[in-house]
């Protein structure tokens, strides 16, 4: 019997090896033959951790949120700063923020086709909207947006304006430069100043 | 020897049925088996029309192409009105509009895998953007946008606020009507002539 600590390690080369795959291959190339192939271990091995392809979806879906909510944040000033900080830290300015970026665009394509998976991933937009609320109700309270702004539309449209920004930049990276990202970005919240 | 009007009678139903086989379960899902059971036909005959599943997506994007191409557009005057037609022409404001902006987020994660799709990605929304282009630099001269406007910078962000807006309202269609969607649409654009 492996002790704890082997066992604990192989899970971490299964995730590890999921996430290069992903990167790689998106969720269209996500099977457990890849995946061992990627270990160097046998497909055999694989099936005990993930019976199904759904599994290793699951998996895969798991670790997207996990590393989502472990990576390093910006930190800004309360109001328009933080606003500013939380959609950088979503755009794909580093070969980490875009591999975890091209691995959640990849997985829409299965959210919409999965009711669960689909409903997992109305709430995790729905969260983030709701995480970045009180940047833009701070930001009106403090006169740096109009005092007319419509807070959810506000926070609705920054949300979208960031998540179409990621996949043009994701297809077209040699347009979409780190600093053209945050200058489109900077462009964008300037007009919400006005 | 089947007649010609049979052959390309044939060929419409596979098209059918391979644009029913995305729009309800995705690339992940877009197999010849299940294209085969979408006709009551045998894969047998498939393989005949799709020697393999790269020669499947690729003609499922012809067709996406082809459909996108062909849908009725919006005729609006010169300048900030075409741009909102065009725009308006994007989002799934209609189950045929949502169908169709399935497949095309779907397509991304195959797009972000393989070089040759990516490729043709990519130019689809640089073409895409140039289409916009016009109408942006029309409202300047027409002064419906400030003349200090970067008419490149307003096209990338107007592109990416509408393909982020598609990408949520086809993630949680309940949170984002269709009159919703418009309202989105025209707080954005009302923030560029400020």
Redesign the interface.
């Known amino acids: 019997m492996p002790a704890r600590g082997d066992h604990d390690a192989r899970r971490r080369d299964v995730s590890e090896a999921v996430w290069r795959v992903l990167a790689?291959?998106?969720?269209?190339?996500l099977t457990l033959r890849a995946v061992a192939a990627e270990m160097g271990a046998s497909t055999g091995l694989l099936t005990h951790y993930f019976p199904n392809k759904k599994a290793l979806v699951a998996h895969a879906l798991g670790l997207a949120d996990e590393r989502t909510a472990n990576r390093p944040l910006r930190e800004a000033p309360p109001g328009l700063p933080s606003l500013r900080a939380a959609l950088l830290d979503v755009l794909p300015l580093t070969p980490a923020a875009a591999d975890m970026n091209?691995i959640w665009?990849?997985?829409?394509?299965?959210?919409?086709?999965d009711p669960d998976l689909?409903e997992r991933?109305?709430l995790r937009?729905?969260n983030w909207r709701a995480r970045l609320r009180p940047h833009v109700a701070t930001a009106v309270s403090q006169g740096e947006l109009p005092a007319s702004s419509?807070v959810d539309?506000v926070v609705?449209?920054a949300?979208?304006?960031?998540?179409?920004?990621?996949?043009?930049a994701?297809?077209?990276p040699g347009?979409?430069p780190p600093a053209h990202q945050t200058?489109?970005l900077d462009?964008?919240l300037a007009?919400?100043t006005?």
């Open positions: 790689a291959r998106g969720f269209g190339g091209r665009v990849g997985s829409w394509d299965v959210a919409l086709s689909g991933q109305r937009y729905q419509d539309a609705a449209s949300a979208a304006f960031t998540h179409g920004l990621v996949v043009h994701l297809l077209d347009a979409y200058a489109l462009a964008y007009t919400l006005l």
